[in-house]
């Protein structure tokens, strides 16, 4: 299985067509978006290229590869104009024998300092702070993609799945 896993998009176009390429290059079985995928909401400024209508619409021209989450900077009314769910606080997919746990990452019991139970060999899946994270804790893999539009350390990134491993890449190429 081979995931493309990003984060934190927060309307920004043209990190969203940089995703979109990414998707177009590394073909997926899935694509897992841990949520903030519309608005900048109000701890942020505005990415450059904000233009939430463009985004929806190119992430809808791939719903059927979408799995996400909901989380802080999105609302109800999101699901109103996004062909794929977006109202669930986590999500679980598995692939080659690995429970993947998705969250934002910003409520307690599937964040980072408070997760939750996972059986050894899965992974915890976040976003919220923008900063890129691929570290195993207690034999559970920790794998924050960062955020494209608006990384809080370091450049811009996302994360692939491939095949049991997780590689963080930046916007233009590997890490």
């Known amino acids: 299985m081979k995931f493309v896993i990003a984060s934190d998009l927060h309307g920004a176009a043209p990190a969203v067509r940089a995703l979109m390429e990414r ?32 985004v929806l619409a190119a992430l809808n021209g791939v719903a059927e590869l979408i799995v996400t989450v909901r989380v802080n900077c999105d609302a109800e009314v999101d699901q109103m104009v996004l062909d794929f769910p977006c109202l669930s606080d986590f999500s679980q997919v598995w692939a080659d024998g690995h429970l993947l746990h998705l969250s934002h990452g910003h409520l307690a019991g599937n964040s980072p300092d408070r997760p939750p139970a996972l059986p050894h060999g899965s992974a915890l899946l976040t976003g919220h702070t923008h900063i890129k994270r691929l570290e195993l804790v207690d034999a559970v893999m920790y794998v924050n993609p960062g955020s494209t539009p608006i990384p809080k350390a370091g450049c811009a990134s996302s994360a692939v799945y491939d095949n049991g491993t997780f590689a963080l890449q930046t916007r233009y190429g590997k890490q």
């Open 23 to 54: 998707i177009d290059r590394e073909t997926p079985d899935r694509v897992l978006l841990l949520g903030d995928l519309l608005y900048h909401g109000p701890r942020n400024d505005l990415p450059e290229g904000y233009a939430p209508k463009e």
